[in-house]
Protein backbone atom coordinates (compact mmCIF):
# COMPACT_ATOMS: atom_id res chain seq x y z
CA UNK A 1 0.00 0.00 0.00
CA UNK A 2 3.00 2.74 0.77
CA UNK A 3 4.46 1.63 -2.21
CA UNK A 4 1.05 2.35 -4.45
CA UNK A 5 1.03 5.62 -2.16
CA UNK A 6 5.04 6.52 -3.06
CA UNK A 7 4.36 6.00 -7.25
CA UNK A 8 0.52 8.17 -6.92
CA UNK A 9 2.65 10.91 -4.93
CA UNK A 10 5.46 10.84 -7.68
CA UNK A 11 3.45 11.17 -10.75
CA UNK A 12 1.34 14.04 -9.48
CA UNK A 13 4.73 15.79 -8.06
CA UNK A 14 6.17 15.02 -11.23
CA UNK A 15 4.84 16.44 -14.93
CA UNK A 16 3.80 12.85 -16.12
CA UNK A 17 0.27 13.78 -14.85
CA UNK A 18 0.37 17.11 -16.70
CA UNK A 19 1.84 14.92 -19.64
CA UNK A 20 -1.34 12.40 -19.38
CA UNK A 21 -3.70 15.38 -19.67
CA UNK A 22 -1.86 16.88 -22.52
CA UNK A 23 -2.18 13.77 -24.34
CA UNK A 24 -5.62 13.50 -23.73
CA UNK A 25 -6.58 16.82 -24.45
CA UNK A 26 -5.14 16.62 -27.95
CA UNK A 27 -6.76 13.24 -28.57
CA UNK A 28 -10.26 14.46 -26.73
CA UNK A 29 -9.59 17.73 -29.63
CA UNK A 30 -8.72 15.71 -32.70
CA UNK A 31 -11.69 13.27 -32.14
CA UNK A 32 -14.30 16.43 -31.68
CA UNK A 33 -12.76 17.37 -34.74
CA UNK A 34 -13.73 14.34 -36.27
CA UNK A 35 -16.95 13.90 -35.39
CA UNK A 36 -18.20 17.70 -35.90
CA UNK A 37 -16.52 18.31 -39.82
CA UNK A 38 -16.43 14.14 -40.83
CA UNK A 39 -18.01 15.50 -44.18
CA UNK A 40 -15.20 17.64 -44.46
CA UNK A 41 -12.39 15.45 -44.48
CA UNK A 42 -11.07 15.39 -41.24
CA UNK A 43 -10.46 12.30 -39.79
CA UNK A 44 -8.23 11.77 -43.43
CA UNK A 45 -4.56 10.22 -42.41
CA UNK A 46 -3.61 13.17 -44.54
CA UNK A 47 -5.28 15.91 -42.59
CA UNK A 48 -3.53 14.39 -39.38
CA UNK A 49 -0.27 14.73 -41.18
CA UNK A 50 -0.43 18.27 -42.41
CA UNK A 51 -0.23 19.01 -38.87
CA UNK A 52 3.24 18.08 -38.65
CA UNK A 53 4.05 19.28 -41.96
CA UNK A 54 2.81 22.87 -41.38
CA UNK A 55 4.47 22.76 -38.32
CA UNK A 56 7.79 20.85 -38.74
CA UNK A 57 9.87 23.76 -38.04
CA UNK A 58 7.78 24.81 -34.69
CA UNK A 59 8.67 21.15 -33.45
CA UNK A 60 12.33 21.36 -33.81
CA UNK A 61 12.17 24.87 -32.30
CA UNK A 62 9.95 24.08 -28.98
CA UNK A 63 12.41 21.05 -28.41
CA UNK A 64 15.24 23.61 -28.26
CA UNK A 65 13.23 25.58 -26.10
CA UNK A 66 12.32 23.14 -23.64
CA UNK A 67 16.09 22.88 -23.20
CA UNK A 68 16.45 26.09 -22.09
CA UNK A 69 13.52 25.99 -20.09
CA UNK A 70 14.60 23.06 -18.54
CA UNK A 71 17.80 25.01 -17.17
CA UNK A 72 14.99 27.85 -15.62
CA UNK A 73 16.15 30.62 -18.80
CA UNK A 74 13.95 31.56 -21.49
CA UNK A 75 14.58 33.01 -25.18
CA UNK A 76 12.14 34.91 -26.94
CA UNK A 77 14.65 35.49 -29.68
CA UNK A 78 13.37 31.93 -31.56
CA UNK A 79 10.76 33.89 -33.74
CA UNK A 80 13.04 36.99 -35.47
CA UNK A 81 15.89 34.16 -35.64
CA UNK A 82 13.81 32.26 -37.88
CA UNK A 83 12.77 35.54 -39.82
CA UNK A 84 16.36 36.33 -40.12
CA UNK A 85 17.49 33.21 -41.21
CA UNK A 86 14.89 32.66 -43.94
CA UNK A 87 16.03 35.84 -45.01
CA UNK A 88 19.34 35.15 -44.98
CA UNK A 89 18.39 31.78 -46.95
CA UNK A 90 16.22 33.60 -49.96
CA UNK A 91 19.00 36.77 -50.09
CA UNK A 92 21.88 34.88 -50.04
CA UNK A 93 20.06 32.03 -53.14
CA UNK A 94 18.15 34.82 -54.73
CA UNK A 95 20.53 38.02 -54.66
CA UNK A 96 23.86 36.76 -54.34
CA UNK A 97 23.91 33.03 -56.33
CA UNK A 98 25.05 31.26 -53.27
CA UNK A 99 24.20 27.32 -53.80
CA UNK A 100 21.58 25.82 -51.29
CA UNK A 101 23.73 23.77 -49.24
CA UNK A 102 26.11 26.33 -48.40
CA UNK A 103 23.36 28.72 -47.46
CA UNK A 104 22.34 26.40 -45.81
CA UNK A 105 25.16 25.65 -43.58
CA UNK A 106 25.85 29.67 -43.14
CA UNK A 107 22.51 29.94 -41.62
CA UNK A 108 23.12 27.19 -39.11
CA UNK A 109 26.50 28.44 -38.32
CA UNK A 110 24.64 32.00 -37.76
CA UNK A 111 22.50 30.09 -35.40
CA UNK A 112 25.55 28.63 -33.29
CA UNK A 113 27.26 32.02 -33.14
CA UNK A 114 24.44 33.59 -32.30
CA UNK A 115 23.10 31.14 -29.92
CA UNK A 116 26.87 31.44 -27.69
CA UNK A 117 26.78 35.45 -28.39
CA UNK A 118 23.74 35.00 -25.99
CA UNK A 119 24.70 32.04 -24.10
CA UNK A 120 27.85 33.77 -23.12
CA UNK A 121 25.78 36.95 -21.66
CA UNK A 122 23.36 34.78 -19.69
CA UNK A 123 25.83 32.35 -18.05
CA UNK A 124 29.02 34.35 -17.67
CA UNK A 125 28.01 38.18 -17.31
CA UNK A 126 24.93 36.50 -15.59
CA UNK A 127 22.37 39.37 -17.13
CA UNK A 128 18.99 38.05 -17.30
CA UNK A 129 17.54 36.00 -19.92
CA UNK A 130 14.94 37.71 -20.56
CA UNK A 131 16.88 40.66 -20.89
CA UNK A 132 19.44 38.83 -23.34
CA UNK A 133 17.16 37.30 -25.51
CA UNK A 134 14.79 40.73 -25.46
CA UNK A 135 17.76 42.34 -27.39
CA UNK A 136 17.96 39.23 -29.58
CA UNK A 137 14.91 39.34 -30.81
CA UNK A 138 15.28 43.18 -31.56
CA UNK A 139 18.35 42.31 -32.89
CA UNK A 140 17.59 39.75 -35.10
CA UNK A 141 14.43 41.19 -36.64
CA UNK A 142 16.40 44.30 -37.53
CA UNK A 143 19.14 42.26 -39.50
CA UNK A 144 16.22 41.06 -41.27
CA UNK A 145 15.30 44.43 -42.41
CA UNK A 146 18.58 45.32 -43.08
CA UNK A 147 19.13 42.52 -45.83
CA UNK A 148 15.69 43.36 -47.73
CA UNK A 149 12.96 45.03 -46.55
CA UNK A 150 11.32 43.56 -49.80
CA UNK A 151 9.89 39.54 -49.68
CA UNK A 152 12.40 37.54 -51.46
CA UNK A 153 10.74 34.49 -53.33
CA UNK A 154 12.99 31.19 -53.56
CA UNK A 155 13.73 29.93 -56.82
CA UNK A 156 16.65 27.58 -56.37
CA UNK A 157 16.19 24.44 -57.69
CA UNK A 158 17.73 22.60 -55.78
CA UNK A 159 15.64 24.33 -52.32
CA UNK A 160 12.85 23.82 -54.49
CA UNK A 161 13.41 20.20 -55.24
CA UNK A 162 14.03 19.71 -51.56
CA UNK A 163 10.74 21.19 -50.42
CA UNK A 164 8.41 19.57 -52.82
CA UNK A 165 9.90 16.14 -52.32
CA UNK A 166 7.35 13.92 -50.91
CA UNK A 167 8.21 11.00 -49.07
CA UNK A 168 4.96 8.82 -49.81
CA UNK A 169 3.40 6.22 -46.82
CA UNK A 170 1.54 2.80 -48.64
CA UNK A 171 -0.52 2.84 -45.90
CA UNK A 172 -4.52 4.03 -46.09
CA UNK A 173 -5.08 4.11 -49.65
CA UNK A 174 -7.90 6.20 -51.00
CA UNK A 175 -9.53 5.96 -54.42
CA UNK A 176 -10.28 9.35 -56.11
CA UNK A 177 -12.95 10.32 -58.18
CA UNK A 178 -10.98 9.34 -61.49
CA UNK A 179 -10.16 5.93 -59.49
CA UNK A 180 -6.51 6.52 -58.78
CA UNK A 181 -5.51 5.26 -55.22
CA UNK A 182 -3.52 8.39 -53.51
CA UNK A 183 -1.62 7.38 -50.40
CA UNK A 184 -0.56 9.89 -47.65
CA UNK A 185 2.37 12.11 -47.65
CA UNK A 186 5.30 13.83 -45.87
CA UNK A 187 7.93 16.06 -46.77
CA UNK A 188 11.81 15.40 -45.32
CA UNK A 189 11.40 18.49 -43.00
CA UNK A 190 9.08 15.95 -40.80
CA UNK A 191 11.39 13.37 -40.75
CA UNK A 192 14.72 16.05 -39.75
CA UNK A 193 11.91 17.08 -37.23
CA UNK A 194 11.60 13.97 -35.62
CA UNK A 195 15.01 13.10 -35.72
CA UNK A 196 15.71 16.19 -33.57
CA UNK A 197 13.12 15.04 -31.05
CA UNK A 198 14.68 11.38 -30.81
CA UNK A 199 18.33 12.74 -30.58
CA UNK A 200 16.84 16.01 -27.53
CA UNK A 201 15.04 13.13 -26.10
CA UNK A 202 18.28 10.60 -25.73
CA UNK A 203 20.18 13.50 -24.95
CA UNK A 204 18.11 14.80 -22.07
CA UNK A 205 17.86 11.19 -20.57
CA UNK A 206 20.92 9.09 -21.40
CA UNK A 207 23.91 11.71 -21.28
CA UNK A 208 25.85 13.34 -18.75
CA UNK A 209 24.78 17.04 -19.97
CA UNK A 210 20.97 15.97 -20.07
CA UNK A 211 21.33 15.40 -16.43
CA UNK A 212 23.05 18.37 -16.20
CA UNK A 213 20.45 20.33 -17.19
CA UNK A 214 17.93 19.28 -15.16
CA UNK A 215 19.97 19.13 -11.86
CA UNK A 216 21.13 23.00 -13.09
CA UNK A 217 17.07 24.20 -13.66
CA UNK A 218 16.14 22.26 -10.44
CA UNK A 219 18.15 23.77 -8.07
CA UNK A 220 21.51 25.58 -9.40
CA UNK A 221 23.23 25.78 -5.91
CA UNK A 222 22.66 22.32 -5.14
CA UNK A 223 24.24 21.74 -9.05
CA UNK A 224 27.58 23.81 -7.66
CA UNK A 225 27.82 21.47 -4.96
CA UNK A 226 27.72 18.28 -6.62
CA UNK A 227 30.71 19.85 -9.06
CA UNK A 228 29.08 20.52 -12.06
CA UNK A 229 29.99 23.67 -14.30
CA UNK A 230 26.75 25.88 -14.50
CA UNK A 231 28.39 28.14 -16.67
CA UNK A 232 29.40 26.03 -19.35
CA UNK A 233 25.99 23.88 -19.23
CA UNK A 234 24.26 26.64 -19.67
CA UNK A 235 26.58 28.54 -22.56
CA UNK A 236 26.19 24.82 -23.85
CA UNK A 237 22.04 24.65 -23.61
CA UNK A 238 22.09 28.45 -25.60
CA UNK A 239 24.29 27.00 -28.18
CA UNK A 240 22.60 24.20 -28.83
CA UNK A 241 19.20 25.93 -28.85
CA UNK A 242 20.72 28.71 -31.40
CA UNK A 243 21.68 25.36 -33.55
CA UNK A 244 18.11 24.17 -33.55
CA UNK A 245 16.52 27.85 -33.83
CA UNK A 246 17.91 28.02 -36.76
CA UNK A 247 17.75 24.74 -38.18
CA UNK A 248 13.76 24.90 -37.29
CA UNK A 249 13.78 28.82 -39.43
CA UNK A 250 15.48 26.52 -42.37
CA UNK A 251 12.50 23.83 -42.13
CA UNK A 252 10.02 26.86 -42.02
CA UNK A 253 11.56 28.22 -45.01
CA UNK A 254 10.74 24.85 -46.85
CA UNK A 255 6.80 25.83 -46.07
CA UNK A 256 7.34 28.98 -47.15
CA UNK A 257 10.01 29.40 -49.81
CA UNK A 258 10.61 33.11 -49.15
CA UNK A 259 12.03 35.45 -46.73
CA UNK A 260 9.84 38.69 -45.16
CA UNK A 261 10.43 41.28 -42.60
CA UNK A 262 6.93 40.40 -40.60
CA UNK A 263 7.85 36.56 -40.68
CA UNK A 264 7.54 34.20 -37.98
CA UNK A 265 5.91 37.04 -35.67
CA UNK A 266 5.38 35.67 -32.72
CA UNK A 267 6.43 32.22 -33.00
CA UNK A 268 8.52 32.69 -29.85
CA UNK A 269 5.27 32.86 -28.00
CA UNK A 270 3.99 29.54 -29.95
CA UNK A 271 7.16 27.64 -28.96
CA UNK A 272 7.19 28.45 -25.02
CA UNK A 273 3.36 27.55 -25.48
CA UNK A 274 3.82 24.33 -26.82
CA UNK A 275 6.69 23.63 -23.98
CA UNK A 276 4.40 24.58 -20.85
CA UNK A 277 1.56 22.80 -22.34
CA UNK A 278 3.82 20.04 -22.72
CA UNK A 279 4.72 19.79 -19.12
CA UNK A 280 7.94 21.64 -18.77
CA UNK A 281 7.94 23.65 -16.05
CA UNK A 282 8.78 27.70 -16.21
CA UNK A 283 10.82 27.69 -12.96
CA UNK A 284 13.29 24.69 -14.54
CA UNK A 285 14.34 21.41 -13.63
CA UNK A 286 11.51 19.45 -15.76
CA UNK A 287 10.61 18.94 -19.24
CA UNK A 288 10.20 16.20 -21.98
CA UNK A 289 10.63 17.35 -25.69
CA UNK A 290 7.81 14.62 -26.58
CA UNK A 291 5.55 16.83 -24.50
CA UNK A 292 6.18 19.82 -26.34
CA UNK A 293 5.39 17.75 -29.54
CA UNK A 294 1.72 17.37 -28.33
CA UNK A 295 1.55 20.70 -27.76
CA UNK A 296 2.74 21.78 -30.72
CA UNK A 297 -0.09 19.55 -32.36
CA UNK A 298 -2.66 21.21 -30.00
CA UNK A 299 -1.99 24.51 -31.45
CA UNK A 300 -2.13 22.82 -35.08
CA UNK A 301 -5.70 20.87 -34.14
CA UNK A 302 -7.06 24.61 -33.17
CA UNK A 303 -5.80 26.00 -36.22
CA UNK A 304 -7.14 23.06 -38.63
CA UNK A 305 -10.44 23.60 -36.71
CA UNK A 306 -10.95 27.18 -37.27
CA UNK A 307 -10.19 26.32 -41.33
CA UNK A 308 -12.65 23.50 -41.83
CA UNK A 309 -15.12 25.69 -40.02
CA UNK A 310 -14.47 28.55 -42.21
CA UNK A 311 -16.17 31.59 -40.95
CA UNK A 312 -14.19 32.13 -37.35
CA UNK A 313 -11.43 34.60 -37.40
CA UNK A 314 -7.18 32.96 -37.06
CA UNK A 315 -7.11 34.85 -34.15
CA UNK A 316 -9.17 32.67 -31.99
CA UNK A 317 -6.01 30.36 -32.09
CA UNK A 318 -4.22 32.95 -30.09
CA UNK A 319 -7.16 33.50 -27.80
CA UNK A 320 -7.41 29.63 -27.32
CA UNK A 321 -3.81 28.67 -26.72
CA UNK A 322 -4.15 31.69 -24.01
CA UNK A 323 -6.67 29.98 -22.21
CA UNK A 324 -4.62 26.51 -22.19
CA UNK A 325 -1.62 28.13 -21.27
CA UNK A 326 -3.27 29.72 -18.01
CA UNK A 327 -4.90 26.72 -17.57
CA UNK A 328 -1.48 24.64 -17.52
CA UNK A 329 0.32 27.63 -15.45
CA UNK A 330 -2.30 27.45 -12.28
CA UNK A 331 -1.96 23.49 -12.62
CA UNK A 332 1.43 23.70 -12.54
CA UNK A 333 1.49 26.37 -9.49
CA UNK A 334 -0.93 23.96 -7.98
CA UNK A 335 1.46 20.83 -8.05
CA UNK A 336 4.39 22.75 -6.65
CA UNK A 337 2.03 23.95 -3.72
CA UNK A 338 1.25 20.43 -2.87
CA UNK A 339 5.33 19.30 -3.48
CA UNK A 340 6.38 22.30 -1.23
CA UNK A 341 3.46 21.04 1.87
CA UNK A 342 4.83 16.96 1.50
CA UNK A 343 8.21 18.71 2.21
Known amino acids: MMNKKKGRKSILEGTGFLLMITIALFIVMYVIGCLLFADKGFAKPQ ?14 IAAGMTVIMITGG ?29 ATLIVLGFGLVFGL ?5 VSYLKIQPFIVTLAGMFFARGLTAMISQDMISIKNEMFLSWAKYKIVIP ?49 EQSALM ?26 FCL ?11 GLEMDAISSAVIGGTLLTGGVGNVFGSLFGVLIKGTIETFITFQG ?15 AFFIILQSIFASLKEKRK
Not at 47 to 60: P, T, Y
Not at 117 to 121: I, N, S, V
Not at 311 to 325: E, G, N, P, Q, Y
Open 47 to 60: VFINLLISNAGLIV
Open 171 to 219: LFGRVNRRGEVMYPYIYPSVVIAFLVLVIIFLMLKYTKFGRSLYAVGGN
Open 311 to 325: TLSSWWVRIAIAALL
Open 255 to 265: NTCAGFVEQAK
Open 117 to 121: FQGFL
Open 226 to 251: MGLNVRRTKLYAYVLNGLLASLGGFL
Open 74 to 102: IDISVGSVVAVVCMMLAWMMERKDVGAIP
